[in-house]
C-alpha cells in the first residue's frame, strides 16, 4: 500500500468492500490517515468512499474545506476536528451494475490528482476489481502494486451490531444506525465504541445512552 500511495502521490490508501447490506467494510488501509478517515466515513455513512461504491462513479474532491456542507453534511463539519485530510479520491470496484467496493485515496494538502495519476488510479481499481472477481490477483504488471490480503477492518462494528441487535430487540440495520449515533454523538471512533461493547466495557440501553462498565482485564 505504501508503494501505491507513493505512486498516486496521496499519503494514504483504503480498499473497501461490499456487504450484503450495501455498507462498506474496509479491507486494507495503509497508515492512521486512512484508517481514521475511513472510520469516520463509516460512523457517519456518508462521504466520497459510500458514493462512490453506491453509484459506481468516480468521486473526486480536490479540498474537503470547500465542500458545500449540503453534500456531506456529518462529514465536512467533522472532518476538519477529526482528521487532517483534506483531498480525497474514490475510484470504485466493479463492472457494471456490479459494485464491489471502492479504492480510497486521501492526501493532507489540497489539490487534485494529475491526468498519470488518475489513470494509474484507475489502473489499480482495475485490478483490484478483477483480483476480487477472479479469487485471486491478476496477472499484470501492476499485481505488483496489490498488498496481502488481510482481515476486515470492520468486523468489530458487526459484531457490535448483532450483540445490540439482541440486548435492544432491534433490527440488524436500527441496531447498526444506533452504533453509529453513539458514535456520532460522543465524538469517539466508531470501531473503539464496537470494541468496548463486544468487550462488554459498554452497554447501550432504551434511552440511547450508553453504561460503561469497569474493564475487568485491567490490573
Same mark, same amino acid.
Given at each position: 500500500?505504501?508503494?501505491?500511495? &507513493?505512486?498516486?502521490?496521496?499519503?494514504?490508501? &483504503?480498499?473497501?468492500?461490499?456487504?450484503? /447490506?450495501?455498507?462498506?467494510?474496509? %479491507?486494507?488501509?495503509?497508515?492512521?490517515?486512512? @484508517?481514521?478517515?475511513?472510520?469516520?466515513?463509516?460512523? $457517519?455513512?456518508? *462521504?466520497? *468512499?459510500?458514493?462512490?461504491?453506491?453509484?459506481?462513479?468516480?468521486?473526486?474532491?480536490?479540498?474537503?474545506?470547500?465542500?458545500?456542507?449540503?453534500?456531506?453534511?456529518? %462529514?465536512?463539519?467533522?472532518?476538519?476536528?477529526?482528521?487532517?485530510?483534506?483531498?480525497?479520491?474514490?475510484?470504485?470496484? !466493479?463492472? !457494471? &451494475? $456490479?459494485?464491489?467496493?471502492?479504492?480510497?485515496? $486521501?492526501?493532507?494538502?489540497?489539490?487534485?490528482?494529475?491526468?498519470? #495519476?488518475? +489513470? +494509474?488510479?484507475?489502473?489499480?481499481?482495475?485490478?483490484?476489481?478483477? =483480483?476480487?472477481? /477472479? !479469487?485471486?490477483?491478476?496477472?499484470?504488471?501492476?499485481?505488483?502494486?496489490?498488498?496481502?490480503?488481510?482481515?476486515?477492518?470492520?468486523?468489530?462494528?458487526?459484531?457490535?451490531? *448483532?450483540?445490540?441487535?439482541? #440486548?435492544? @430487540?432491534?433490527?440488524?440495520?436500527?441496531?447498526?444506525?444506533?452504533?453509529?449515533?453513539?458514535?456520532?454523538?460522543? !465524538? =469517539?471512533?466508531?470501531?473503539? $465504541?464496537?470494541?468496548?461493547?463486544?468487550?462488554?466495557?459498554?452497554?447501550? +440501553?432504551? /434511552? =440511547?445512552? *450508553?453504561?460503561?462498565?469497569? /474493564?475487568?482485564?485491567?490490573?
Amino acid at each position: 500500500m505504501t508503494e501505491s500511495a &507513493a505512486i498516486l502521490g496521496v499519503d494514504g490508501l &483504503a480498499v473497501s468492500i461490499m456487504d450484503q /447490506n450495501q455498507v462498506s467494510e474496509v %479491507l486494507w488501509y495503509s497508515g492512521d490517515l486512512s @484508517s481514521t478517515f475511513e472510520d469516520l466515513q463509516f460512523t $457517519v455513512g456518508q *462521504g466520497p *468512499g459510500p458514493d462512490a461504491a453506491l453509484t459506481g462513479e468516480i468521486v473526486l474532491v480536490g479540498d474537503l474545506e470547500a465542500t458545500p456542507l449540503e453534500r456531506w453534511s456529518a %462529514l465536512v463539519s467533522e472532518v476538519s476536528a477529526l482528521s487532517p485530510v483534506r483531498a480525497v479520491f474514490a475510484f470504485p470496484l !466493479g463492472i !457494471g &451494475a $456490479v459494485r464491489l467496493g471502492v479504492l480510497t485515496a $486521501v492526501r493532507r494538502t489540497p489539490g487534485l490528482l494529475s491526468e498519470q #495519476q488518475a +489513470d +494509474d488510479a484507475v489502473v489499480l481499481a482495475a485490478s483490484l476489481t478483477a =483480483r476480487f472477481l /477472479n !479469487g485471486s490477483a491478476p496477472h499484470s504488471p501492476d499485481a505488483a502494486l496489490l498488498p496481502p490480503m488481510d482481515g476486515l477492518h470492520s468486523a468489530v462494528a458487526h459484531q457490535a451490531t *448483532g450483540m445490540l441487535s439482541v #440486548q435492544l @430487540s432491534l433490527p440488524l440495520p436500527q441496531a447498526m444506525m444506533r452504533l453509529r449515533a453513539h458514535a456520532y454523538t460522543t !465524538g =469517539r471512533p466508531l470501531t473503539e $465504541v464496537a470494541q468496548a461493547i463486544v468487550a462488554r466495557r459498554l452497554r447501550l +440501553d432504551d /434511552n =440511547r445512552d *450508553g453504561q460503561s462498565f469497569p /474493564n475487568k482485564d485491567k490490573d
